[in-house]
């Protein structure tokens, strides 16, 4: 609204309402020597409503003082000051109001000027208000005051000079030119000759506009009562003119090539009335129904406001200062997060509903997997079918709740011995049952604003419990389960791959096998057809019945797609996002981004010759001698292509072996120099079995024997070939002294050497794999309703049965694969990343892509700047140092 013209600048004693001179009813508050004072071109802004005032102050502590502060922190640092003047108060009270106020302003500015840069905005702002006061510690000087003040003089007139000159110049040109734009200053009308005019002094090149003329006031009417109503002055009029002719003018004119855009500079200071024009060509684009067309950019939100129009920045979409944001964000966000237990941070409901319904009513409730068989929440039928499926890996991938091992879910419920109270543990008690990457998004956002505690599971497999934690929020994404050949894949460096696939992130890898059978394809994965095909077992680096033949599961990854930790949908490949493709690629689940799917190799499915064995060797002594001879054996059957696992408890040995491609002669040639000395064991007969297919093989051999619903531990080591090949005596040795008793076994994978030894991808796999030929594990297992003590105990036994095996592993700087391995393993970050140089730049690009640490887990990168239950940030040495200073800085102020 325009407001009314005073001549000066006054202050009403009475009302204390200040009333500032300005030139004009509609041009904003402007006064040239609060400008100049300012050092500043923007107008002096009224603080009208609360809303204006706290815009205000977020103005001039976000943007105009580009402070490396927060908002929020300058608040803080501000009640300091506060504080320590009411202190002085108590002992002071000499002061008058006068004082006190100014003294309260000066201790507040440099409580948070002194934990941070001033800017010369700031700085003159500051000496604005109060020349000449340097009494209460302000660094003012007078003399620079005054040789600013006639410097901005200067300025000003400098700024008028330009304008005067910049019209003059083009309305010359204007008039010189072929065609001209009088504009007269009558201020009513306006008469163009000619057909084309440039239209800015600054183009040389002639752009066409359409001629405004008493004809364009016929067909544009309304032009002359926009300008009318927003009592436009002549240069505005003149700018309005210009741009809404060329506007016209490309709607109704132009038909051939020119280049028809309009760059036009239109300067001046602050209260000249570019805001006004600019409202006024909004209201031109408005009546003619090209609203559509405007954007309006401004570079702060205060001037974006003015205009109503949108910052620079966030119609870019992009922070406005990426360092500062990441600065203040970082302090923000490494907060302790919150957990479902604390209702004071904790989404309320009709939040969680807002969320559910954007997220097309996928958000569920999980529950302990033997909850439904205790008590407090008992559903006989569900009972029933829980403890059929117990130990049915694909029932427990299922169920939202349950772990494979079902000790990571730390309930009280059990299935064996159910309890009247069972507890949720570390269930969380919200879910995301995803199945688009649109759920995905707005997940990480749900967990991002509310500082949430974030984990992902995709069938629960994990051995360090990573996809789990109390009080967090799930991301589930069993059900997101496509599966797509691809049969001529292009990627990035434009290599041809033949039958790439992409798996999503729910697809486990017996699915793989049998949809790749119809194919004749098979592909990298695991032993385990319920392990997932792309979440954590890829991640971490993936072993399998194959990897000897072809590779580690994470060498066949061609792409991934993913949600980042800023909720934006990515490709990660060789070309886009490669540092983020490198630690996908053996940096560890749960770690880096979601994995919304991953593009793998296949390879046409081998046929798969393979040896099964379960002996059971009564004599102990016969025992261990035959352990030898095995273990003698393996470097043979290494040289041979054969892979497999064994797994030794007691006096038995089961053997599972395969060969690919295999020639069934040679095969039995080779297994005869183990068997020729072993004629007394009772060998399965017919020794060497046939499949037509890896499927087949899976299905037949591997696919019975994946075993979970137990509590289970693990600790693990790569043992390097070299050691497999040189010292096989020590080798037997130590397996036989560690070797399982009741509830526990040691297992033996010979799925290294070959390809893994080969393949010299530029992946972050735990190098100790390109080394290795055997990867031990050895597992103990408890039942439900074991004591804490008691599970302690066998936790500290793992650890020291894992110090054995490291004795025959290389030492100290030996490597352990981090998705079987023990939770309890002191420095796990060289043990399952290799050196402590590939951690450290696994740790950079952690810090880069999830600054913030939403991705948090047990023993992974970056897990260790985080307490033991990984809810609370650490305190980092560096932010120790400057908490100290800042402490030391507000003791000096308080004194
Ligand atoms: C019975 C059994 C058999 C196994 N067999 C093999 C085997 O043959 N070969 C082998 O190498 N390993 C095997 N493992 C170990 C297996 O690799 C790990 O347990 C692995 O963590 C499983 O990954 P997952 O995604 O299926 O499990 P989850 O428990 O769902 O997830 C494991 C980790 O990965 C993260 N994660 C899961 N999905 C994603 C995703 N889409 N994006 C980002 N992060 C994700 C989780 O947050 C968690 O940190 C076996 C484990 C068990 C229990």
Known sequence: MPRALVKVSNIDPTTRQITMRRSHPWINNFNEWLLTACRSNMGIKFIWSGNDAKALVYYMTDYVTKSTLAFYDMFALAQQGIKSIEHERISNSTDNIVDKSRKLVLRCFNMIASQQEVSGVQFDFDRTRCPGE???????????????????????????????????????????????????????????????????????????????????????????????????????????????????????????????????????????????LIRAITKYFQVTKRDKMLRKLAPTSIAAAEIDGLTIHSFLGESRKNSKKKQTRHLKERRCRCLSNDLTCWPNASSWQRFNESIDGRLVSPKPSAAVCNYNLLNTDACVIATAQWTNASWRSDQVGAMQNHNWEKSSCSISSPNISCSQGSVPVLAVNATLSEHVQATVRMATVNNLRLVIKTTGHDYLGRSTAAGSL??????????????????????????????????????????????????????????????????????????????????????????TADGRRQTVNTCQNSNLFWTLRGGGGGTFAIVLSAVLRTFPSPSVLSSFNILTIANETRYNSFVHNFIHFLPTLADNGWAGSFYMADTSLVIIFLLPNGDLNVANATWNQLMKNNTDL?????????????????????????????????????????????????????????????????????????????????????????????HMIYSQSWPDGTSDEEQQKLAAHVTSQVDILQTVSGGSQSGAYMNEANPNELNWQQKFFGTQQIYDRLKSIKQAVDPHGLFVCKNCVGSEDWSLDLNCPKMSSANKVSTTILLFVIMQFLC
């Open 134 to 276: 340097n009494n209460y510690g302000i660094i003012h000087d007078v003399h620079i005051f005054d040789v600013a003040r006639e410097h901005h003089t200067t300025t000003i007139k400098e700024w008028k000079r330009d304008i005067e000159a910049r019209r003059d110049e083009t309305r010359n040109y204007l008039i010189s030119g072929e065609d001209t734009l009088e504009v007269r200053d009558d201020e009513t009308q306006i008469e163009v000759v000619g057909a084309e005019i440039p239209t800015s002094p600054i183009k040389t090149k002639a752009t066409r506009v359409l001629l405004v003329t008493a004809t364009n006031l016929v067909l544009f009417p309304t032009k002359q009562n926009i300008v009318k109503q927003f009592t436009l002055n002549t240069q505005q009029k003149y700018a309005f003119m210009i741009i809404t002719s060329h506007l016209d003018g490309e709607n109704h004119a132009y038909t051939d090539t020119i280049d028809n855009q309009l760059l036009m500079c239109i300067p001046g200071c602050g209260g000249t009335g570019k805001s006004q």
């Open 474 to 563: 799930l991301l589930w994404l069993h059900f997101m389960t496509n599966m797509t050949l691809i049969p001529d894949f292009s990627s990035c460096t434009g290599e041809n791959v033949l039958n790439a696939i992409r798996l999503d992130a729910g697809v486990q890898w017996g699915q793989v096998y049998t949809w790749l059978a119809q194919y004749n394809l098979t592909a990298i994965g695991g032993a385990s057809g319920t392990v997932s095909a792309t979440g954590g077992f890829l991640q971490g680096g993936g072993h399998g019945p194959l990897t000897r033949w072809k590779g580690l599961a994470v060498d066949q990854v061609l792409e991934f797609d993913v949600v």
């Open 682 to 774: 009772n060998f399965m007969q017919p020794f060497i079995l046939t499949f037509s297919s890896f499927n087949d093989f899976f299905l037949n051999v591997l696919a019975p024997f994946n075993p979970t619903g137990d509590n289970v531990l693990l600790g693990s080591r790569l043992i390097p070939e070299t050691i497999v090949r040189n010292q096989p005596e020590q080798l037997a040795e130590t397996f036989l002294r560690i070797k399982g008793k009741a509830g526990t076994s040691l297992i033996g994978h010979l799925v290294a050497g070959g390809q893994v030894s080969n393949m010299s991808n530029n992946n972050s796999v735990n190098s100790a794999w390109r080394t290795a030929l055997l």
